[in-house]
């Protein structure tokens, strides 16, 4: 069965830091190109950054460059997201994503983690 488990949110004060993971198991996780979503009460889902299946490059949303870093480990077969200078507009449900491009011979596939809260307030 595939899962994709996340971990780490919590309560952060303003300017405060934190690190999410998040564990991957059902497939080859080192064919997926991984990524971290975010969806705040009332707000659209939006793309926050992204890393390639071997960790090669990255991307990052505007909102938050400079001052998340996305990694992964796929000896660990699992992807982080450390987010520093936290603000209250990041306050949000964050999510995981694993995606596998389509080829000749394959289909495209996604799976979607559940999501772990992050909440910065003082």
């Known amino acids: 069965q595939v899962q994709l488990v996340e971990s780490g949110g919590g309560l952060v004060q303003p300017g405060g830091s934190l690190r999410l993971s998040c564990a991957a198991s059902?497939?080859?996780?080192?064919?997926?190109?991984m990524s971290w979503y975010r969806q705040a009460p009332g707000k659209e889902r939006e793309l926050v950054a992204s890393?390639?299946?071997?960790?090669?490059?990255?991307n990052y949303a505007d909102s938050v460059k400079g001052r998340f870093t996305i990694s992964r480990d796929n000896a660990k077969n699992t992807v982080y997201l450390e987010m520093n200078s936290l603000k209250p507009e990041d306050t949000a449900v964050y999510i995981c994503k694993a995606e596998r491009a389509a080829g000749w011979d394959r289909r495209r596939t996604v799976y979607w983690g559940p999501g772990t809260q992050v909440t910065v307030s003082s």
């Open positions: 059902g497939f080859t996780f080192s064919n997926y190109a």
């Open positions: 890393i390639t299946s071997a960790g090669g490059s990255t």
